[in-house]
């Protein structure tokens, strides 16, 4: 196959990809997004509205396929009888872990990536989560403040379609925001309940989501189904596949090739910059070089930093723009799995109509304003109340209309839940590199993978157990029910680091930009660029980085720096 060659090269369409892909051609510049997976099809790929009836194995799914193809694939809840297909096949892609050091690694891969089942909760930054590093004495100093990021956080806003509370949190700062869902009883009870007896310390508000309670540039507002993670027919939550690469479509400017497996970038030591990258196709096993003057590795953390791995070369041995020896290192993901459930005794009388989306959140009141004395850095909840309702029937013994009526008649008590999100901190022992006696099913070497949590996570953990426990105290609940899981990290599905961003080529990979300090027509804009992680949702950072860098890569090939 001969080379291709373009303007620009973006490695990967999920949350990143498509924000390259669309900030990059509106530029004018012409523009190849490579995706190692399928092409999708929203008439046929998104079946959120498929009843249970239609599904073979009426929902519950085939757990023999699952265990056999998607054995790490399956620990997330999501991938189930209806959405297992945006989930890598596990065989195909595989990867190691020490036996004491697990590490769940979920992927999708097809056009979209994982923007098609991602969570869509979207948070800002602050200056206590860009200060931390520096102030605490850990890792390196972000590279950013909040007023850097600030602005792009507004211009991928007003794209994206975000509903939200206004709140006027200096630690979590708001957004531009449509309209919010209504709490429904049960949850604004508990808000007001919560408002004064923590004297406003700790707030339920909105989850902040990528989901349109009005109609937004051509996509509708949410009908309320409540499955966002098998697709949405009205584009109503957002995708790139809904929203960022038919932007890019529409320029004129955009060639999107699937089935395009990434194997390296291809490096001239005389310009001392990139040239393009290696492909491998998916289906034919080809191998062939797409060229550009400028990259964007958008691929996922990990998936991006092993391209960058596999692309050594006699100037840097240990992969591609790595002089600080930091490539592979200071791998983060959060921590979940702390938290209470409680009976609420109230708004017995009321039900909810439709399924919202979204959830209830508590923004992080730990280490804020006072300083812990069992861990540095804080974290949030997600959470809802609702009541088991019909459902509750799948588990119950019944038949007929009777059972039918009782299910509808009593809908069962109100619960809240309240679920930890905990940041980890970035330690240089936390690392990914090459499995040299492991390949892909394109013959592209794996990764190895070794991380876990550290005590400062652990002991994060159970105070989420404690404070979520004193907040449905505090409302009256009974029957708590406590929990901490023992998850690995990756599980989160939020891994960032393994090419940070800093202020120094010694100690980071990437420049304030995104820029990799040794290539610098390379730029990095997903989350392996992360130097912390906070404890918020990450996808909206990365969106905005991602616009920021694109902006800055323009500027230098305007001024032909590139």
Not at 72 to 101: H, M
Not at 118 to 138: F, H, K, M, Q, T
Not at 318 to 324: F, M
Request: with cysteine; hydrophobic share 35%.
């Amino acid at each position: 196959m001969p080379t291709l060659t373009y303007d620009a090269i973006v490695v990967g369409s999920g949350i990143s990809g498509g924000w390259a892909a669309k900030e990059l051609t509106e530029n004018g510049l012409r523009t190849i997004v490579l995706e190692a997976g399928r092409p999708i099809d929203p008439a046929v790929d998104y079946v959120e509205h498929v009843p249970p009836y239609d599904k073979r194995y009426r929902g519950m799914g085939d757990r023999n396929r699952l265990e056999r193809y998607q054995p790490i694939q399956r620990q997330t809840g999501a991938c189930d009888e209806y959405a297992s297909k945006f989930f890598v096949n596990d065989l195909d892609n595989p990867y190691s872990f020490p036996a004491d050091k697990p590490f769940s690694w979920i992927r999708g891969r097809q056009v979209g990536g994982r923007s098609i089942m991602w969570g869509r909760c979207v948070y800002r930054w602050s200056d206590l989560d860009y200060e931390a590093n520096a102030r605490e004495g850990i890792a390196v100093d972000w590279p950013l403040r909040y007023r850097d990021l600030a602005p792009w956080w507004s211009h991928v806003e007003k794209f994206v379609g975000i509903q939200g509370r206004h709140e006027g949190l200096a630690h979590l700062p708001d957004g531009e925001f449509q309209k919010p869902w209504p709490l429904n009883a049960a949850e604004q009870k508990a808000r007001d309940i919560l408002t004064t007896k923590f004297g406003g310390e700790r707030l339920i508000t909105n989850a902040r989501l990528a989901v349109l309670t009005e109609d937004h540039l051509g996509r509708q507002k949410c009908h309320l189904c409540g499955t966002c993670y098998r697709g949405c027919i009205t584009l109503s939550y957002f995708s790139s596949i809904n929203a960022t690469l038919p932007a890019a479509k529409k320029t004129g400017n955009l060639t999107l090739r699937p089935f395009s497996v990434v194997h390296s970038v291809i490096y001239d030591p005389r310009t001392k910059k990139a040239t393009g990258v290696r492909v491998v196709d998916g289906n034919t096993k080809e191998m062939f070089d797409v060229n550009a003057k400028v990259i964007f590795l958008c691929a996922s953390a990990l998936e991006s930093t092993r391209i960058l791995l596999n692309s050594a070369t006699a100037e840097f041995p240990t992969g591609l723009g790595n002089s600080s020896g930091e490539l592979g290192h200071n791998l983060m993901d959060h921590i979940m799995g702390g938290g209470a459930t409680g009976t609420l005794p109230w708004a017995k009388d009321r039900k909810e109509v439709g399924r919202r989306p979204d959830a209830i959140y508590v923004p992080r009141f730990r280490n804020v304003k006072t300083k812990h004395p069992d861990f540095q850095r804080g974290y949030g909840f997600e959470g809802r109340a609702e009541r088991e309702g019909w459902r509750r029937g799948m588990t119950m013994p019944g038949f007929g209309a009777g059972f039918k009526k009782s299910l509808i008649g009593d809908l069962g008590p109100w619960e809240m839940s309240f679920d930890g999100f905990g940041e980890m901190l970035p330690r240089h022992e936390n690392y990914v590199e090459i499995d040299r006696h492991l390949v892909d099913a394109w013959g592209i070497p794996a990764l190895r993978v070794h991380c876990a949590y550290s005590d400062n996570e652990k002991k994060m953990q159970e105070d989420m157990v404690v404070s979520a426990t004193e907040m449905l105290e505090a409302m009256g609940a009974t029957a708590i029910r406590t929990f901490k899981d023992n998850n690995p990290p990756g599980l989160v599905i939020h891994e960032t680091g393994t090419a940070r961003m800093g202020r120094d080529p010694k100690t980071s990979v990437l420049n304030p930009h995104n820029q990799m300090w040794d290539v610098p027509n390379v730029f990095v804009t997903d989350g392996a660029c992360m130097t912390s992680t906070a404890n918020q949702n990450p996808s909206i950072t990365y969106m905005a980085l991602t616009a920021r860098a694109v902006n800055y890569a323009v500027t230098l090939l305007n001024k032909r720096e590139l």
